[in-house]
């Protein structure tokens, strides 16, 4: 931010005097907008950030991995391990005004599987219930068919609305009519792809927020945050592009915030049938081949990605967890850059003259995407396969792949939860609408060996057999190339030098990080 040589004038002042008037005041520059303001609609991470800020959940996720009280204050489990009851919060009220009950919490759990068009839905995260009932307005008491010892990490995603929002729409949501949370905000206003305008929730159960009001600009394009910070548009911004890292530091106006995150990405491919959408059906489908799969895993050039598109900000992959959440493997090897024994691997597979296919990845939700989705095109061309590269509007992006509409495709998926379950689960386990599993599994990967492996962390209470089986599901799934990983994203955010934001370890850009210095 350039400093003032001069003299400010008279109006300048006054600026500056309307600006100190409205301290409690925040204006944010995130990269993603929502694919809809219905905590319910999607479990991606751009949607559940904004969630965070209007309602709570039963159960919170500390800093270390814990879990502590929420709108629930305690929980025990029977001796049988199938019934769990919870003691919920007295004293909670919506932001209509209306007291929370557990009668509520039955009607968030009711309505979560009738949500229409859902791209990454919830259900999953409740198929392990087999009832609820609200025994009274302070207990909730939850029937699970099986033991589920990660029933609380499944219920800590879980946005609880009001019952008073009856059948509400995904649109009433969007509208407001619907959004009646407990959060530490409320919601004043939405313009879908534009901007979001929340307000303090004055009635919150929890730590006062430390904004009056935020004003939250979506702003896909990198450069535009950047520019807005630098002109003071915005005080805060996230995503920030690693090249323009060093060049923020310096600045004695804006701080600069960075951590690991547990986000990874990764490319898909398609492995359900004998052909697929975007390869010519003469071709076949060469990604049943694991040796395919590995051969293309061997042709990413992981640390050129990291040094050159993302400046150093990131770590390659080679499973979902990194280290430090529970379920990380220590044993598994960062996959190599190794094109030579790529191109044999193909031979070997019978696609020694390649083929022709797009691959796809979306426009502006991870940090230099575009980037890094050509880099992979280019590799994979050194391999001699005809690559062509389609970037997607973001808004529609994740649509179309939960739809099958890609052969091959980059995506991430974002650990919050403290441990592997969750993606394994969610991305890798065999797609079962029924049983909740695989809801990101668009690529249709499935391995009996790697479910049963899963199935034994789901029916294990003792943390270390289930980490051990958590470990051996990640071993099976690297094996299998069940995923091509490219690199844990590095989360970096910037704000200016009067505020101050604290990472949380899901890495998300949460509102109530944020503090006035």
Not at 174 to 190: E, H, K
Not at 486 to 494: I, K, P, R
């Amino acid at each position: 931010m350039t400093r003032l040589t001069q003299l400010m004038t008279a109006t300048a002042v006054a600026a500056l005097c309307a600006g100190s008037a409205s301290a409690q005041t925040l204006t944010a520059g995130l990269s993603a907008a929502p694919s809809s303001m219905d905590p319910h609609f999607a479990t991606t991470g751009q949607n559940q950030q904004l969630a965070m800020n209007l309602y709570d959940r039963l159960v919170h996720i500390d800093a270390a991995g814990n879990f502590t009280p929420g709108l629930a204050t305690e929980w025990e489990v029977s001796e049988d391990r199938l019934t769990w009851t919870f003691t919920l919060r007295e004293g909670v009220t919506f932001t209509n005004g209306s007291p929370f009950t557990a009668h509520d919490v039955v009607y968030t759990f009711e309505r979560i599987p009738e949500v229409p068009n859902s791209p990454a839905p919830f259900t999953q995260r409740l198929a392990a219930i087999s009832s609820v009932e609200a025994v009274d307005d302070q207990t909730l008491v939850v029937t699970t068919a099986e033991p589920a010892p990660v029933l609380i990490s499944d219920l800590a995603t879980i946005y609880i609305v009001s019952r008073d929002a009856g059948d509400a729409e995904s649109a009433d949501f969007d509208r407001g009519t619907a959004a009646l949370g407990t959060g530490p905000y409320r919601m004043v206003s939405y313009s879908p792809g534009e901007q979001l305008v929340i307000a303090r929730n004055d009635d919150y159960w929890g730590e006062t927020a430390a904004f009056e009001e935020i004003t939250i600009r979506f702003l896909d394009n990198a450069a535009t945050r950047v520019a807005s910070l630098q002109a003071g548009e915005v005080d805060f911004i996230d995503a920030v592009p690693p090249n323009d890292l060093q060049r923020l530091s310096a600045d004695d106006g804006i701080d600069v915030i960075s951590a690991p995150s547990a986000r990874m990405l990764y490319m898909g491919v398609d492995q359900l049938e004998d052909t697929t959408v975007q390869i010519d059906p003469a071709v076949g489908n060469p990604f049943l081949d694991v040796r395919v799969r590995e051969a293309l895993s061997l042709g990413i050039n992981r640390e050129a990605i990291i040094d050159r598109i993302q400046f150093g900000s990131g770590a390659p992959a080679n499973q979902f967890a990194p280290e430090g959440i529970f379920g990380h493997n220590p044993d598994l090897p960062t996959p190599t850059y190794d094109p030579e024994r790529a191109r044999e691997l193909l031979a070997e597979a019978g696609y020694e003259d390649g083929w022709s296919m797009t691959i796809h990845g979306p426009a502006g939700r991870y940090v230099n995407d575009t980037d890094v989705l050509l880099a992979v095109g280019q590799m994979w061309a050194q391999l001699g396969l005809d690559v062509e590269v389609e970037s997607v509007p973001t808004n529609v992006y994740f649509g179309q792949a939960t739809a099958r509409e890609f052969s091959a495709f980059m995506v991430a998926f974002g650990i919050t939860t403290g441990e592997s379950s969750l993606a394994l689960r969610n991305v890798l386990g065999s797609f079962d609408e029924d049983r909740g599993w695989g809801s990101n599994n668009r690529f249709r990967y499935s391995s009996p060996e790697f479910d049963a492996a899963l199935g034994e962390a789901f029916e294990a209470f003792d943390d270390a057999e289930r980490e051990a089986a958590l470990q051996e599901a990640a071993r099976i799934a690297a094996e299998d190339v069940a995923v091509i990983p490219l690199y844990w994203e590095g989360n970096n955010w910037a704000v200016r030098a009067n505020y101050s934001f604290t990472p949380s370890p899901d890495g998300r850009s949460l509102m109530t990080n944020i503090s006035l210095d």
